[in-house]
């Protein structure tokens, strides 16, 4: 069974600095993607960033990129110039084929609780 | 603007009675599904479908049902022999890919409490 691991219940981080939320995968496929969620506090989770077990660049979408060590099975979230309003949860998930018919679903790590302090 | 409507967005519920939160999307997605989440947990699947009139369990389904009679909806049933149903719940949708980025898209959730 695969399994993500988040080992930073909480970070607090000062506004404009860079941060690094951690996690760790385990799987046995060969072919996997994963998924960073972001959730603040009114409960809605929103996609982030994704990386794909074949892709040979690390993906980057604006201030967020993943990092990522696939002999280390690690995909940590690099935030750049951290804002205020980055103050939420943060979720890694990856995906897993449940279905003949290429059907997903996603597993989730336990979370890392982002402070940014003016 | 497309997207997923979940409904109520806090509902209270007394022991011993079912409840059903309402999940819509507009986005033509092919697949739903439904997540619980529990504090200083992350998510779990609960159920998933992948097409009309079909649905499967995910990995904590007792005590939950579900039908996707119309692709745009797919509402959940607490039933009372679910032990522990106090928790938030998240509807999402995908389309059915198989391969690369299937991103969910997640609506704004229902937080269930029970009395």
């Known amino acids: 069974a695969q399994k993500i691991t988040q080992t930073q219940p909480g970070m607090f981080v000062q506004e404009k600095e860079a941060v690094t939320l951690d996690c760790t995968y385990d799987?046995?496929?060969?072919?996997?993607?994963l998924f960073w969620y972001k959730q603040p506090s009114s409960g809605e989770m929103i996609f982030l960033i994704y990386?794909?077990?074949?892709?040979?660049q690390n993906a980057t979408e604006g201030r967020y990129s993943l990092n990522f060590q696939k002999a280390r099975k690690s995909a940590n979230l690099v935030i750049s110039a951290s804002q205020l309003g980055d103050s939420a949860m943060y979720f890694c998930?990856?995906?897993?084929?449940?279905?003949?018919?290429?059907?997903?679903?996603?597993?989730f790590g336990t979370g890392t609780r982002l402070t940014i302090i003016p | 603007d497309g997207g997923i409507t979940q409904s109520p967005k806090y509902l209270f519920r007394k022991e011993g009675q079912n409840v059903t939160l309402s999940c819509e999307q507009n986005?033509?997605?092919?697949?739903m599904y439904w997540y619980r989440q529990d504090p200083g947990q992350g998510l779990r699947l609960i159920y998933y479908?992948?097409?009309?009139?079909?649905?499967q369990k995910g990995d904590i389904a007792e005590g939950y049902s579900v039908s996707r009679e119309k692709k745009e909806s797919f509402p959940l049933t607490v039933t009372s022999a679910q032990k522990n149903p106090t928790a938030f719940y998240l509807c999402?949708?995908?389309?059915?890919?198989?391969?690369?980025?299937?991103?969910?898209?997640f609506g704004a959730g229902s937080r269930l409490t029970v009395l």
């Open positions: 999402a949708s995908s389309i059915t890919s198989g391969t690369g980025a299937n991103v969910l898209t």
């Open positions: 799987t046995s496929d060969q072919s996997y993607g």
């Open positions: 990386q794909g077990s074949y892709d040979e």
């Open positions: 998930a990856m995906r897993e084929t449940i279905s003949n018919f290429g059907n997903e679903k996603l597993t």
């Open positions: 986005l033509n997605h092919d697949a």
């Open positions: 479908s992948q097409i009309v009139n079909d649905f």
